[in-house]
């Protein structure tokens, strides 16, 4: 499942901001430069640096191609840079006007041309037929996601390692907070806060953009890796303030985080990590927060909101998808038809060995739910948990991984990836969890049963080729001849095995 | 696990029923016999054998100790004979006096003394403790189930292979029809039919005593090795009629089972598998037949009913004991709290490689479930499916077993019968299952977990010895030293490994 790796497609406008003429404002950009579709372009503008500017200070541009126009938040982004990202994804000429309640930020124009994109990128990832996600450019994307809640805001040589981890894995998201995390193997302290903070006082009235900058970083890092960034906006396990910020400041962070993060085809909004382990906030907060992101972002990424013991309505019109933490995969064909939408167990409990409940499942049980989950139309979610005497976590930190199930979830990965492109859906009122592509493809998965034999009835007058596929030993044995209508089939009669039919 | 062998201990007091004056009546026996406690003494007398004896003969005895008094019924064997079987429970002296319509049946008195029993009989096993049971002799009883619907109906060869592999396994309960089967792989006809038939039809007025001669010398047998005989009365898998008989003939079919088997000491009364299966019936004939049970039994052998999908309520004051199909051990500590009753989960599918939902999981997950049980305060019910060129399936038909579970559930026996008499409760509340006699022993169950360490929070001033035992390996590792109060102990990091802590 090695990605292709990918060059960063971002191109800093800035040039020079020092050779700017000195209390003056300007639009740095060079002659028409060259962004790549589904790139980032991004122009920098020296603007007042005086009061305070993420309070006092709009701007905004409009981006044009043809008759269309795109509305984008800029970002102040301190010592008097103001910053607009734009990710286009039309191929040709923009141009682009800023708008400001500055006069000096107002008015100014500039263009760059949309170049194809550079291999490996294939653009942002959506919701397709339905249930499943493809890339923009058509590939299909099949889910694989790990999460490393606390990863970025753990220094650069434990994150310049989890970078490492990834590159040589099989995850292709990866879920993180914005904030850092406080629980238990959590107790160190971050390098970066979002706000300016003092004598455990938060400047909620101003961002530091150090912390975004280096946050964003990382985004930018795993993008290139070709890796989802599904970022967690809000969650409970904090001892700074962040989760219980006036509203306010909560909508100002949310329209801050979306004009600087937006433009990285790789990010998906998650509005929280546990929402209803939050007491203090209500539904109709977490349906705020919805609300702005969804105003805010021109490009319309991923928006889900994932659960600790009650799940959130994921039919609201404004969730993308629903990404659940659970385990029971039975329940995912009624969540399936209720919701309308792709289903993601992204919390299916953590492989590893600590003492707590969610934290020491076996690599193999791991796996297990893997592929009840894609055999059910779902999809998985990886994190780890191995006591380490340093108290470094993948679940949270990142770092190495110590488990046996990464290799397998690559297998798995190539599996979906070999599958239909339109994703496979379950079969109604099957003895055993099968997703299929009727009368094309068929992907059955035996769980814990170990039948000798099983009866098939698939459709007459198709022609299918059997595969027995052992999930864990990653190997795939075809069976001899082809098979249609009612056939038996001898089985291996072990455990956790996987049969799947495809069209000869 | 091995069960001490026992002698049987029927005593047939009808010693030479030719040697009876012919026509007339007399009640058989010898001087003062001896039988043992918790045996069977049988009185055989010569009757009326014209007209239709099972319809229109009564006959009962009285036995008394003392100025106790207890009616027992008898029953028409065929051939002229009446037989009223009796089970003492009390050393000393018996006498008996013969009850019927019939005045050559009518006031015949005897007697016997009641010895000892001989070693392996521990009379029959009741409830105690609410939800655990015990051997009237007050040795504890921890149920290691398993299931052979119709092995009693297979013929000589095979049912004697059954008996043999019984012999030298670990279980100490078989659950059994009375009725033949009829479902997959149990198309053979049997031997025996309990109404006479021809043509297909059964005649209702009248017994076969062959077939019940022959049911009631198994059940002996399996007394003889130790084994509860949980005989199932009705069950929807027939093609002879006996699922939907009249009603006053089931009634009658249940006071003539009950008159000929209630005095073997290992007999319990499962009044259907799969009660809600049958659809012919109604909730008010199953507690019909609980009643005629309930009534017609002297010694109120423990009476239970077996689930499809829908629950029997198991509080109703007939029910004895909670019989499981299912799986969910998690709903075990509701159903204790709502019946205080022992809960058996009965079937939990089987091990075995069919194909069908039921009768595939693997030898680790029968053992899996076993301990879920146990840790739960409950106990778990073995069965096979393994395919067989000759359709001769354990769970069924018995023969050989073939899984890798039994050896391993004869290790979680040993481990019940060297815990508390008084049984094992979960604890409320926990992280994991556990089960305890608080103060005194817990066993904590790990599942899927594996932990490399765990925090423990037992009483204070009580010290405990520790030990890691593997269910499959079945092995008991000594952790060195005492451990009390709240402590944190190393684990080996591997799932399905249970913890034990015992009094020091």
Chains 1, 2 share one sequence.
Not at 138 to 145: L, S
Request: charged share 25%.
């Amino acid at each position: 499942m090695p990605t292709e790796p990918v060059r960063p497609s971002r191109r800093r406008m800035l040039l020079s901001l020092s050779a700017l003429p000195a209390g003056g404002a300007a639009l740095a950009q060079t002659a028409q430069e060259k962004v790549e579709r589904w790139g980032i372009f991004e122009a920098a503008v020296q603007g007042p640096s005086s009061g305070n500017p993420f309070q006092e200070v709009r701007v905004r541009a409009e981006f044009r191609h043809g008759h269309r126009t795109v509305q984008v938040d800029g970002f102040y982004d301190g010592e008097g840079v103001y910053r607009i990202r734009f990710s286009p994804d039309t191929l040709g000429d923009w141009s682009y006007v800023t708008r400001s309640n500055r006069p000096e930020l107002n008015g100014k124009p500039g263009a760059f041309t949309c170049v194809a994109p550079t291999p490996g990128n294939r653009g942002p990832v959506g919701v397709q037929h339905t249930w499943h996600f493809s890339y923009a450019d058509g590939t299909p994307y099949f889910p694989v996601g790990t999460t490393c809640y606390a990863w970025a805001h753990q220094g650069d040589q434990l994150e310049e390692q989890t970078l490492a981890t990834l590159r040589a894995g099989p995850f292709n998201k990866m879920r993180m907070c914005v904030f850092p995390k406080d629980y238990v193997y959590n107790q160190n302290e971050p390098q970066f806060y979002p706000f300016p903070r003092q004598g455990g006082r938060n400047d909620y009235t101003r961002f530091d953009p150090a912390f975004f900058r280096h946050f964003e970083k990382r985004v930018g890092q795993l993008m290139a890796m070709g890796i989802e960034a599904d970022l967690i906006l809000f969650h409970p396990y904090d001892r700074w303030g962040y989760h219980l910020m006036p509203a306010e400041v909560d909508d100002a962070y949310l329209r801050y985080l979306v004009a600087r993060l937006a433009a990285y085809r790789n990010v998906w909004w998650s509005m929280a990590n546990e929402w209803d382990f939050v007491k203090e906030k209500k539904v109709s907060d977490w349906d705020r927060y919805f609300h702005i992101v969804q105003e805010s972002d021109p490009y319309q990424r991923l928006r889900s909101i994932h659960n600790g013991s009650v799940l959130y309505d994921h039919a609201k019109p404004w969730v993308t998808h629903a990404s659940i933490q659970g385990d029971d995969f039975s329940k995912t064909v009624e969540w399936r038809n209720a919701y309308r939408k792709p289903v993601i167990f992204d919390e299916c409990k953590y492989e590893g060995n600590i003492p707590r409940r969610w934290g020491n499942i076996s690599g193999q049980e791991m796996v297990r739910r893997f592929w009840l989950a894609a055999a059910n139309g779902a999809y998985g979610g990886h994190g780890e948990t191995f006591l380490d005497a340093k108290d470094v976590l993948w679940w949270s930190k990142g770092g190495v991984l110590h488990g046996e199930s990464p290799r397998r979830l690559a297998f798995l990965r190539r599996i979906l990836e070999e599958g239909p492109a339109q994703g496979i859906n379950p079969l109604p009122n099957q003895k055993y969890p099968v997703a299929a592509r009727e009368g094309e493809y068929y992907l059955f998965y035996y769980d814990l049963s170990q039948p000798g034999e099983m009866d098939y009835d698939l459709p007459a007058g198709v022609s299918f080729r059997a595969e027995i596929i052992d999930p864990w030993q990653m190997t795939i044995t075809a069976v001899p001849g082809t098979h249609q209508g009612k056939f038996v089939l001898r089985l291996p009669g072990r455990p956790h095995l996987a049969v799947r039919f495809r069209k000869a």
